[in-house]
């Protein structure tokens, strides 16, 4: 199974960690941005790491984890033009993304595929309480669908819980528990 990750920051990179760490060996990472100090209370990078490119940070720290992960990398920008045809490719998509309307471009991009996506939706804050799963078509989207990071300061407690359950529904979907049990 080939999942592609859009956006490698708090969620993507979270999931992307939860996922390797959970049998996955196939990843596509999308994102433009740079690793930056105010990313690292919540984000899977290193102080080291600062000022490289998510997508290649990210991947190093991945590639330790399994050295024998298959990772595409991509910096890009994702708009309506180029989205659907960035994750034409893989099984199943992690939205990370941080704008409003491109989370629900993308999501309109991929919505006819029928491929599993996963989206967060209010990561924000420090409620936990809040934190629930809704089902979308072909879309799960899991979050408190409240506080979004314009209205509240991201931790790590609640950016990690929202990622690890996103990670757990596509090892969920592609059968990953099933095959630990047969091991």
């Known amino acids: 199974m080939k999942i592609g990750i859009a956006g490698t920051g708090g969620i993507g990179s979270n999931v992307a960690l939860v996922l390797v760490r959970g049998g996955v060996r196939r990843l596509k990472l999308v994102d433009f941005d740079r690793v ?10 290193f102080y080291d ?10 991947a190093d720290n991945l590639k330790r984890i399994a050295p024998d992960l298959q990772l595409e990398t991509i910096v890009l920008r994702l708009d309506e ?4 045809a960035t994750f034409h ?3 199943a998509v992690v939205e990370g993304l941080d704008d409003h309307a ?3 471009r993308l999501m309109e991009a991929l919505a006819a595929t ?23 078509g072909n879309g799960t ?8 990071a314009d209205q509240a300061l991201c931790f790590a407690p609640k ?7 996103m990670a757990h529904i596509l090892l969920e979907k592609g059968g990953y528990y099933e095959r630990c049990q047969l091991e």
Not at 81 to 84: E, G, L
Not at 120 to 133: E, H, M, Q
Not at 141 to 148: N, S
């Open 102 to 104: 491109a989370k629900k």
């Open 81 to 84: 033009a180029n989205m659907a």
């Open 89 to 91: 490719d893989c099984d």
């Open 141 to 148: 989207i899991i979050g408190d669908f409240r506080t979004d």
């Open 114 to 136: 029928g491929r599993p996506i996963v989206s967060a939706s209010g990561v924000a804050g420090p409620d936990l309480d809040g934190i629930g799963t809704r089902r979308l």
């Open 49 to 58: 790491q600062i000022g490289r490119t998510k997508v290649d940070a990210l």
């Open 36 to 45: 930056e100090a105010g990313n690292l209370n919540r984000q899977f990078f």
């Open 159 to 165: 950016v990690t819980i929202v990622a690890a359950m």
